[in-house]
Nanobody, 122 residues
């Protein structure tokens, strides 16, 4: 079982930046994908960014392309989400997740962090 602990959320004005961190432990060789999801009140959980641990390949939601960057520090077992040019519509609870496959479907992920709140004011 992979344990995931997020940090770095907070409140920021539109146009600002935040960096989320997710410290992971309990990896197995089958844990090939790390991902960030978000869920706003009344909305479904959506994939924001994903990264393949071995290859470093990344995938982004269209809504965050060019503004968010996912990265992985294998030595620290930590995945980051750098969020720039934040918009009010980015307000949500952000979750780190780990999985064997880099799918965008949240129901396919077995390992989740507790979430960290990001609030962007206009």
């Amino acid at each position: 079982q992979v344990q995931l602990v997020e940090s770095g959320g907070g409140s920021v004005q539109a146009g600002g930046s935040l960096r989320l961190s997710c410290a992971a432990s309990g990896y197995s060789s089958s844990t090939t994908c790390m991902a960030w999801f978000r869920q706003a009140p009344g909305k479904e959980r959506e994939a924001v960014a994903r990264i393949v641990r071995v290859s470093g390949s990344t995938y982004y939601a269209d809504s965050v392309k060019g503004r968010f960057t996912i990265s992985l520090d294998n030595a620290k077992n930590t995945v980051y989400l750098q969020m720039n040019s934040l918009k009010p519509e980015d307000t949500a609870m952000y979750y780190c997740a780990a999985n064997r496959w880099c799918t965008s479907l949240p129901q396919k992920y077995d390992n989740w962090g507790q979430g960290t709140q990001v609030t962007v004011s206009s």
